[in-house]
């Protein structure tokens, strides 16, 4: 089967039973799977220790390779397991923390309040973009990818938000992981590339080592380096 047509029929797939499993909790699109989060349901299983086997944080930070003085929002921020991962690093960086979940902004809050990590700022965010107050050095997506919807359109916006040789780093499940999202919501690579290519970007980096999730690093194309 051609690589055109495979990418066709994943992202057209439809699973009944982890369509119907995702219908109770919001609803799902062809492109993108809308779900709501409760915060204080989800931390016990974002924040599980046993994640971290296969998330492998403190690799995906250092590989982010950030320099003190700079700045990093984390889109799709959840319940804080990469923002007061980041916040803690030794590059100490100014960490935006958004989420469109009312409940999860009042979690971060409270726990950055609570670990004292005054270098955090939690933001609400809107379907349409983060609302960062500021452009970044780096934007952290984990596991959120797939639940933006119009991604054209907003990482065309989201370009505004990025310091000159800014970056979008992209982790999201491969379509053979164990866990994630229904399958149709798991993309192959091709399709991370083309859509960041329609929106703009250029890939300058792509990492293999986490086992069940992609790793992109983007770029805004054609923009000069600072």
């Not at 369509?19 to 989800?42: L, P, T």
């Not at 003190?68 to 935006?96: E, M």
Request: one cysteine or more; aromatic letters at 8%; hydrophobic letters at 40%.
């Amino acid at each position: 089967m051609h690589t055109k047509t495979y990418l066709l029929a994943l992202c057209l797939l439809v699973v009944p039973n982890a369509v119907g499993q995702a219908a109770e909790h919001g609803q799902s699109h062809a492109d993108h799977m809308e779900k709501h989060f409760d915060a204080e349901e989800s931390a016990p299983r974002f924040d599980d220790p046993a994640r971290d086997a296969w998330q492998l944080p403190d690799q995906v930070i250092a590989t982010l390779n950030l320099k003190r003085g700079q700045s990093v929002a984390d889109i799709g921020a959840g319940t804080g397991y990469f923002t007061v991962r980041l916040a803690k690093s030794n590059a100490s960086p100014k960490v935006y923390a958004s989420d469109i979940e009312p409940s999860m902004v009042m979690y971060l809050r409270e726990r950055a309040a609570k670990e004292s990590l005054d270098n955090v700022m939690v933001i609400q965010a809107s379907p349409d973009g983060p609302n960062l107050p500021e452009p970044v050095d780096l934007i952290l997506i984990v596991n959120t990818y797939h639940h933006i919807g119009d991604r054209e359109t907003y990482f065309r916006k989201l370009a505004t938000s990025l310091k000159a040789g800014g970056q979008v780093a992209i982790i999201d499940f491969k379509p053979d992981s164990p866990v994630g999202p229904p399958k149709e919501f798991r993309f192959l690579p091709e399709l991370f590339q083309a859509e960041m290519g329609k929106a703009g970007y250029k890939l300058t980096r792509r990492h293999h080592f986490l086992p069940r999730q992609e790793f992109f690093v983007f770029e805004v194309a054609g923009r000069p380096s600072p």
